[in-house]
Nanobody, 121 residues
Framework: QVQLVESGGGLVQAGGSLRLSCVASGSIFSVNVMEWHRQTPGKQRELVARITNRGSTYYADFVKGRFAISRDNARNTVYLQMDNLEPQDTAVYSC???????????????WGQGTQVTVSS
């Protein structure tokens, strides 16, 4: 069993910052991709940022220059530093990972429950 637990969400004023964390625990052999997604009611979930096990990153255009993704491989943890937050960043942020539970070359995806981020104007 693998669990992902996010933390760090909350209420912040526009222009403020938050740092999200997501810890993967359980039967983990290696963690490949770690991602942050977000979703607001009535909208599809969207990819915010991705980081590979080699440190390559991807950002959605709407967060470039404002958000930074990083990871601690020793702790199976991914972070999302969010600066200069805007009201339209309000959403439930969830982490997703692709990982191996054993030496076999098969990966499985897991999702966290999500953490609410609310940005007031």
């Amino acid at each position: 069993q693998v669990q992902l637990v996010e933390s760090g969400g909350g209420l912040v004023q526009a222009g403020g910052s938050l740092r999200l964390s997501c810890v993967a625990s359980g039967s983990i052999f290696s963690v490949n991709v770690m991602e942050w997604h977000r979703q607001t009611p009535g909208k599809q979930r969207e990819l915010v940022a991705r980081i590979t096990n080699r440190g390559s990153t991807y950002y959605a255009d709407f967060v470039k220059g404002r958000f930074a993704i990083s990871r601690d491989n020793a702790r199976n943890t991914v972070y999302l530093q969010m600066d200069n937050l805007e009201p339209q960043d309000t959403a439930v942020y969830s982490c997703r990972t692709e990982l191996q539970t054993g030496p076999e070359p098969y990966t499985f995806q897991y999702w966290g429950q999500g953490t609410q981020v609310t940005v007031s104007s």
